[in-house]
């Protein structure tokens, strides 16, 4: 780590610090599963079924977390090797994170102003399609195609990260409104999340991933 450089210590704190909520907070409520103290507010569906959510937040903490180190350009040129044994391991994090993710999102019996139809669907979409993606790079990579290979991770991590974007979004209403949001209102601020991640994230494939076209040059153009 001794080769990363201030910009990329900076990306690093900065990811982490955005996925705190979800991620540290999660360890918390595996903590109280576990028997431990109940710190974070109730959830009876993870008291009455513990195994999905467990997995769920075991899982995307290493996602969230390990997956912020395989973006650091440092670590794909210094320590190939660790970036591929990362990237197997958020690979298999990341589809688990997804999969207990859709677990829940169907066998948990929500109150219709926690999960409406619309945050049903449009966790089953993207939790699918997050699966998805992480398929698209491992392939992508096994085909030396390296554009195709981070750009599929990257929208991977936006999807994954929309807990993040979510927890952000829920806080900045209630200082702003003074009440948490629910029912039809909270569906579509957790959709939003979601969609701010992905715009983001297609501007930064385009911006910062895709292959220059090199400028034409006079012998080319004769
Ligand atoms: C990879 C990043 C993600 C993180 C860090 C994360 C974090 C968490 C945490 C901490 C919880 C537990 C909330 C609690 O203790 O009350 C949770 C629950 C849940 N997550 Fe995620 N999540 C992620 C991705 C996803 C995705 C992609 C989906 C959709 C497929 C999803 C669907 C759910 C559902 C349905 C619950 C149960 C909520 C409840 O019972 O109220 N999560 N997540």
């Known amino acids: ?24 907070g999660g360890l918390l409520r595996v903590l109280e599963l576990a028997g431990g103290p109940a710190i974070v507010p109730e959830n009876p569906r993870a008291l009455a079924v513990p195994i999905p959510i467990t997995l769920h937040i075991l899982s995307s903490f290493l996602f969230c977390i390990v997956g912020a180190l395989q973006f650091l350009p440092s670590i794909k040129r210094h320590n190939p090797a660790a970036h591929r044994t990362f990237g197997r391991m958020i690979a298999i994090a990341g589809c688990i994170s997804a999969a207990s993710g859709m677990w829940m999102t169907h066998s948990y019996v929500f109150p219709e102003n926690l999960q409406g139809n619309l945050l049903y669907w449009v966790r089953i979409v993207l939790g699918s399609l997050m699966i998805g993606f992480i398929g698209w790079a491992v392939i992508a990579i096994r085909s030396r195609n390296i554009f195709q290979h981070g750009a599929s991770m990257l929208r991977a991590y936006a999807i994954g990260q929309g807990a993040s974007t979510q927890a952000i979004l829920g806080i900045g209403w209630i200082i702003v409104f003074g009440a948490e949001p629910l029912g039809p209102l909270r569906d579509g601020l957790m959709v939003l999340a979601w969609g701010l ?14 292959p220059k076209k090199l400028p034409a040059t006079r012998m080319a153009t004769r």
Do not use: D, G, H, Q
Not at 1 to 23: D, G, H, N, Q, T
Not at 197 to 210: D, F, S, Y
């Open 1 to 24: 780590m001794k080769f990363l450089s201030k910009f990329e210590w900076a990306i690093l704190a900065l990811v982490v610090l955005y996925s705190f909520i979800p991620a540290f």
């Open 197 to 210: 991640n992905l715009l983001l994230t297609e501007v930064l494939i385009w911006r910062l991933l895709a």
